[in-house]
């Protein structure tokens, strides 16, 4: 089954920040594109830096201009090659299938791949999930600590401020019939 990469919302908000490139700097994104170009520095981040520093770019602009410039550091045009990059050891992987296909079963669900953690959504985020150290998934989902005793407050994930609990999982039986639920509830309010 193949799922758009990105919900309606977020197709719209990536292509706000293209046309309010031109309309709030005055130069088109190709006019930039040239300009990281001349950029001495080599890393994502210290371009990301040196626009700030020396264009004024912030992030999600500069961003924006490196994917274009220099091809995307995050290939969001292509989920699977992100999922496979992140989901390397069999046993996570195994874990991310089991959160996949208990996420995609929920009525209009996407996922979304990011570099770090995978991502499901409807209109809104409502649950992710990345890689641990040892074969494990930390599942993070947007229901309150309190919707079930296994699950605690975040702490220090990148994924959205939506997702206000997280669970570790250590096996793909983990994501049984609880998980399955909290999942569904945190679809609801998605």
Request: include cysteine; aromatic fraction near 8%; hydrophobic fraction near 40%.
């Amino acid at each position: 089954m193949t799922t758009p990469n990105l919900t309606p919302r977020q197709q719209k908000w990536f292509a706000s920040v293209r046309a309010g490139l031109e309309r709030d700097t005055g130069k088109s994104l190709e006019t930039w594109v040239e300009i990281a170009k001349s950029c001495p520095e080599t890393s994502h981040r210290a371009r990301l830096q040196w626009l700030k520093e020396h264009h004024g770019l912030l992030q999600n602009r500069a961003s924006q201009v490196l994917g274009e410039a220099f091809g995307s550091i995050v290939a969001w045009n292509d989920p699977d090659a992100l999922i496979s990059t992140l989901w390397v050891d069999p046993t996570s992987c195994a874990i991310f299938e089991a959160v996949d296909a208990a996420a995609l079963a929920l009525p209009g669900a996407i996922r979304t791949a990011r570099k770090g953690y995978t991502a499901w959504s409807r209109q809104v985020q409502f649950a992710a999930a990345r890689p641990m150290k040892g074969g494990k998934a930390m599942l993070g989902l947007a229901v309150t600590p309190y919707a079930d005793s296994g699950l605690e407050a975040p702490k220090s994930e990148s994924w959205s401020e939506r997702l206000k609990s997280r669970r570790r999982l250590e096996a793909p039986a983990d994501v049984d019939e609880t998980i399955r639920t909290l999942l569904r509830t945190a679809w609801e309010r998605s």
